[in-house]
């Protein structure tokens, strides 16, 4: 058994620990129809959406399909609710909204399944939420889009989640066109139309004109002079000067011609410590962005890493992982926890600045379990 696997044994006597029902709405917590996997974040006993990408990679790996399957169905439950699909089950966070990862969690749970009749029964909730995000309140004048919250305008600085933005002021939040929303909503277009010919043999070829659409705008985002995508400010009409780890998510989605590829790849120098790769660049100027180097989140180390490993940059995906990797297991043996933040700089899980640090089990452990499979360490 590798180092690395050593730890399933214990990864998977947690999703025990962490699996939990709500029958029936609580003080806190919305009901959910079946049994779910908790991220361990926020309330702890919360089913959280963008988590749940993460976690079902973990749950995929180790043969949990029917907890996958179940996570999946108890977000579409949400969608149907809500209109659309909340941060969480949690009562406080029903007007946040997180990255629209919708189609890839279905996509996963299928490839598990072949389950053609469950595809088609999720279908809807997928197009609905795709739809939501390319028409008002989140289109811009750049054709591209935004966050929005679904609260009342006056509440938008309290209820979006800005860890996944996390570079603007928060009373400008809805002025940017954020790289890693268009990115991910451009391969969206694709990876639905594709589930649509699964299930009926044919797609909605509006779906790809959308696709490439997006694509082509996704350029308004890219900077000539530094060959890197970085956010645009549509109000100001300037890109941020900020590199963030989320800018690499046109090679998570694997959207950028190898040429664009092997520039953006150039800047990766600037991410990394000795403990992997943190969410922004080493020399930051702007002093108030609390996610920032020396920082490093299991999500943003699954999508730099899988970018690498399908852009063929193997050596450095490789090498990257292996350090993060090596991170949590050694974190591990002193804590016996799974953290929601490492400090790539010195290899711990102290934070010299930003948010308070947590033991989690979901994203964290899903990432461990998903990075052994992509980097062929099975």
Same mark, same amino acid.
């Given at each position: 058994m590798?180092?690395?696997?050593?730890?399933?044994?214990?990864?998977?006597?947690?999703?025990?620990? $962490?699996?939990?029902? !709500?029958?029936?709405?609580?003080?806190? @917590?919305?009901? #959910?129809?079946?049994?779910? +996997? /908790?991220?361990?974040?926020?309330?702890?006993?919360?089913? $959280?959406?963008?988590? !749940?990408?993460?976690?079902?990679?973990? @749950?995929?790996? #180790?043969?949990?399909?029917? +907890? /996958?399957?179940h996570n999946v169905e108890n977000l579409v439950f949400l969608a149907r609710k809500n209109g659309f699909i909340p941060a969480s089950n949690e009562k406080s966070m029903q007007s946040i909204l997180h990255l629209p990862f919708l189609p890839w969690i279905v996509r996963d749970v299928y490839r598990a399944t072949g389950d053609k009749g469950w595809l088609n029964k999720m279908l809807p909730a997928i197009l609905d939420e795709f739809k939501m995000w390319t028409t008002k309140p989140h289109t811009t004048p750049t054709g591209l889009y935004r966050y929005v919250s679904k609260a009342d305008a006056k509440k938008i600085q309290e209820d979006i989640d800005t860890c996944w933005i996390n570079i603007h002021d928060f009373t400008e939040i809805t002025h940017f066109n954020p790289v890693n929303l268009n990115a991910l909503l451009c391969r969206n277009a694709k990876l639905i139309y594709d589930l649509q010919v699964e299930v009926d043999g044919q797609g909605d070829e509006t779906l790809l004109t959308k696709s490439d659409q997006i694509l082509h705008l996704l350029d308004i985002c890219w900077d000539n002079d530094n060959n890197f995508f970085y956010d645009n400010d549509f109000v100001k009409k300037q890109l941020t000067d900020v590199k963030m780890l989320s800018a690499f998510f046109p090679l998570f989605v694997e959207i950028v011609a190898p040429e664009r590829a092997q520039k953006m790849y150039s800047h990766l120098p600037h991410f990394l410590g000795n403990g992997g790769i943190a969410c922004s660049e080493k020399d930051i100027k702007v002093d108030t962005l609390k996610w920032r180097y020396p920082l490093s989140i299991a999500p943003y180390v699954y999508t730099i890493i899988k970018g690498l490993c399908d852009y063929e940059f193997m050596e450095d995906a490789a090498d990257i992982g292996a350090s993060w990797l090596d991170m949590v297991i050694s974190n591990y043996e002193k804590t016996g926890q799974f953290w929601e933040w490492y400090n790539v700089e010195n290899g711990g899980t102290d934070l010299p600045s930003g948010p308070e640090n947590r033991p989690i089990w979901g994203w964290t452990a899903g990432t461990f379990i998903a990075l052994i499979d992509t980097l062929g360490l099975d």
């Open positions: 590798s180092k690395y696997h050593s730890l399933f044994p214990e990864l998977e006597k947690q999703i025990t620990t $962490f699996t939990n029902e !709500t029958n029936y709405d609580t003080e806190s @917590l919305i009901a #959910l129809p079946y049994p779910y +996997l /908790a991220s361990g974040r926020g309330g702890g006993k919360s089913l $959280f959406y963008f988590d !749940t990408f993460f976690i079902n990679l973990g @749950l995929l790996k #180790l043969n949990k399909i029917d +907890l /996958a399957r």
